[in-house]
């Protein structure tokens, strides 16, 4: 299947997807509410915006104020869409269910629409909270810290710091004074080794020309060094290549080093490479052929798939991203049904898998029950 045709099959999915939600949660909506005389135009604009704003800053850009504008109030309103529908959806069960067995105490019943308009007022209030409550949390990465038990690790490098740095999605949304609380956050850490492991960017590195400075500011004694996300295939594999080389990062592409006397660090193009732009997946044993057998070895891939040839291909540490943490919940459950991996550190066989949710967002600019992070893993050689 060639790219332009793919592409226009997924298009077509997304619009149907968006189009079809977005129908429904105005059909409840206008039926919930019930508005009368001007409202019902004041309701059915708002809707209207909230539904084109997304398309139409991405189509006029953000290099202008209006697709600024845009961008910000459509971001917003796909938070609004997904707990919108779920309140709908779970009204409707309700009324389903209801109409069954009839459990539903008929005085609430009596007026059904006070009764609407009483869950729309209430589905307003809670959503609202949500949104400032998940934009508020998404501002401000945590920072945990987990231990990695290595024996190859060499006995003069434990505790060894590894910052890790993914899915921020730099851009409009996520900016440059984000950028540099990030680099503080990391300096601060003081991490021997820096790593980015895809999504740095959300837009085209020709207009993010400023994220070069403060990543400059990262302070690692290793280096920095990173790999790609979906997204910087999206936006130009080669623009984010030219930036990061500004940066003075490293990054690796089906590729492995040697962090000198402590591991054989190895970066491996996303999987959107090979399924979209048909480019041929290099096989993680070859990668290692040739590489230090003394030294652990750290695998980035920034969508946690290839686990198991990992693991078998005798990987140490294998560090992904990619979910967000589900980003809003309640998706963080089927994020972990598609990829069987769960936020945290875990084992998998004999190798240690890290899955970060990341310290930025995508599309709204909202975390609901999984918090950003720039986690810090600490390797030592014996527990």
């Given at each position: 299947m060639s790219n332009l045709k793919a592409f226009i099959i997924f298009l077509s999915i997304v619009l149907l997807v968006y189009g079809s939600t977005n129908f429904y949660l105005?059909?409840?909506?206008?039926?919930?509410?019930s508005p009368v005389g001007t409202?019902?135009?004041?309701?059915?604009?708002?809707?209207?915006?909230?539904?084109?704003?997304?398309?139409?800053?991405?189509?006029?850009?953000?290099?202008?104020?209006?697709?600024?504008f845009f961008t910000w109030t459509g971001s917003f309103w796909l938070a609004v869409l997904v707990y919108g529908v779920l309140i709908a959806l779970v009204v409707d069960i309700v009324r389903g269910i209801d109409l069954l067995t009839g459990w539903i105490p008929r005085w609430m019943l009596v007026d059904r629409l006070l009764t609407g308009r009483i869950i729309f007022a209430g589905s307003v209030v809670m959503i609202v909270m949500l949104l400032v409550g998940g934009h508020i949390r998404s501002l401000y990465p945590l920072m945990?810290?987990?231990?990695?038990?290595?024996?190859?690790?060499?006995?003069?490098?434990?505790?060894?710091?590894?910052?890790?740095?993914a899915d921020t999605?730099?851009?409009?949304?996520?900016?440059?004074?984000?950028l540099r609380r990030m680099v503080d956050q990391i300096n601060n850490q003081y991490p021997d080794l820096a790593l980015i492991v895809g999504d740095l960017l959300d837009e085209s590195a020709r207009?993010?020309?400023?994220?070069v400075d403060p990543l400059t500011g990262i302070e690692a004694t290793d280096g920095v060094y990173a790999v790609t996300g979906n997204h910087e295939f999206y936006a130009g594999v080669k623009g984010y290549e030219d930036l990061l080389h500004?940066?003075?990062?490293?990054?690796?592409?089906?590729?492995?080093?040697?962090?000198?006397?402590?591991?054989?660090?190895?970066?491996?193009?996303?999987?959107?490479?090979?399924?979209?732009?048909?480019?041929?997946?290099?096989?993680?044993?070859?990668?290692?052929?040739g590489a230090n057998d003394q030294l652990p070895v750290i695998l980035m891939h920034h969508t946690p798939t290839r686990i198991v040839e990992a693991e078998q291909a005798g990987v140490d540490l294998m560090i992904s991203g990619h979910v967000h943490g589900g980003q809003l919940w309640p998706v963080k459950y089927?994020?972990?049904?598609?990829?069987?991996?769960?936020?945290?550190?875990?084992?998998?066989?004999?190798?240690?898998?890290?899955l970060t949710s990341g310290a930025g967002t995508w599309g709204p600019p909202v975390r609901v029950g999984a918090a950003p992070e720039i986690v810090t893993l600490i390797l030592k050689k014996t527990a």
């Open positions: 105005y059909r409840r909506t206008m039926q919930a509410a409202w019902v135009w004041v309701l059915r604009i708002v809707i209207l915006i909230g539904i084109l704003a997304y398309p139409a800053g991405r189509i006029l850009g953000t290099g202008r104020a209006i697709g600024t945990p810290e987990y231990v990695v038990v290595l024996p190859k690790l060499p006995q003069d490098r434990n505790e060894y710091r590894i910052v890790i740095l999605h730099l851009g409009v949304l996520v900016g440059e004074r984000r207009e993010l020309h400023w994220v500004k940066a003075g990062i490293k990054l690796l592409r089906d590729e492995c080093v040697e962090i000198e006397g402590v591991a054989v660090l190895v970066g491996i193009d996303d999987m959107t490479g090979g399924r979209q732009f048909v480019q041929e997946r290099v096989p993680i044993d070859d990668l290692l052929k089927i994020a972990e049904g598609i990829y069987g991996v769960k936020t945290g550190l875990s084992e998998r066989g004999r190798m240690h898998f890290y």
